[in-house]
């Protein structure tokens, strides 16, 4: 039996359904599900019967949830002593984004969290790669991240919202609006290094579309993207929202048909803090929803 076992019997008992649960826990439904037969198991009891589309406990499952509570109410108890006395311990958070996406966090995410939660303390850790800042989460250096989706196994997803990708190009270069897959072939383009997992990204989102850019230029440093088209070295698949503000020195095409990514907030499956799921409970406010890479 685990303290995450006695969250979840909880909350699907206050929710009367696993949806409603597994949403305000951040799972995904067929792990919770999961969780609670495993509970059931190890007590040789029935915890939840099913009334209409809706959940309500049995007589045991009454008794379970009632010391549940008690339960997680001391160690409660004992987390908040801890804080207490604990000269130390501060309501910091710590936010991993690579250079990009550490821009829309700070402008798009971070304000309102701020108004709502003014004792939040949220620090913005830039990482140079996707691999720098996974290895942060499972280190335990960073609390959670802002990425651009998929994740890889083993971590919780949060998505926040889509972004249309758009090609960018120096101003003259003669293509079609919006711009189709087949006219990328041959043309010159500023990518991420050959060695970085953006470039393998790339990679495999040109093989999918059958055909072969020119590389033109290859650096991580995304600062350096926009300066270079407009200098003329190549073109880049860049967020629509990011290049529109230099459309007057470059050319923004959109990709026929569009090219959409998501980015979302990731974290490790261990335990949530108070103060990341704070965090997690404003963006869902906002109106995502939750899902899991497996």
């Not at 004992?78 to 821009?103: F, G, M, N, Q, W």
């Not at 290049?243 to 979302?264: D, E, H, K, N, Y």
Request: a neutral charge.
């Amino acid at each position: 039996m685990t303290l995450q076992q006695l969250r979840y019997l909880i909350a699907v008992a206050e929710h009367g359904s696993m949806t409603g649960a597994a949403q305000e826990l951040f799972v995904v439904q067929p792990a919770l599900s999961r969780s609670l037969q495993s509970l059931e198991r190890e007590l040789n009891v029935v915890l939840f019967t099913r009334v209409g589309r809706g959940l309500v406990p049995t007589a045991a499952g009454v008794q379970v949830i009632n010391l549940a509570r008690k339960v997680l109410r001391g160690v409660q108890a004992i987390k908040d002593l801890v804080r207490v006395e604990d000269p130390t311990h501060s309501d910091t958070v710590h936010l991993a984004a690579t250079a990009t996406l550490a821009i829309e966090c700070t402008s798009g995410l971070l304000p309102g969290l701020a108004k709502l939660h003014p004792e939040l303390h949220i620090v913005v850790d830039r990482q140079d790669s996707r691999e720098a800042l996974f290895a942060s989460l499972r280190s335990g250096e960073t609390d959670i991240a802002l990425v651009d989706l998929p994740a890889p196994g083993g971590f919780e997803v949060l998505p926040l919202r889509s972004y249309e990708v758009v090609l960018v190009s120096p101003k003259h270069t003669r293509l079609s609006d919006p711009v189709s897959w087949t006219e990328l072939e041959g043309l010159p383009m500023i990518l991420p290094p050959r060695s970085s997992a953006r470039r393998a990204d790339f990679e495999m989102l040109f093989a999918t579309a059958g055909v072969r850019p020119t590389v033109a230029m290859e650096t991580d440093d995304r600062g350096a993207w926009i300066p270079c088209v407009v200098a003329g070295h190549g073109s880049v698949l860049w967020y629509a929202d990011l290049a529109q503000p230099f459309a007057s020195s470059v050319a923004v095409r959109s990709m026929s048909p569009r090219l959409i990514r998501t980015v979302g907030l990731v974290r490790g499956r261990g335990p949530i803090s108070r103060e990341v799921r704070a965090l997690l409970d404003y963006t869902r406010r906002q109106g995502v929803q939750e899902m899991e890479y497996v």
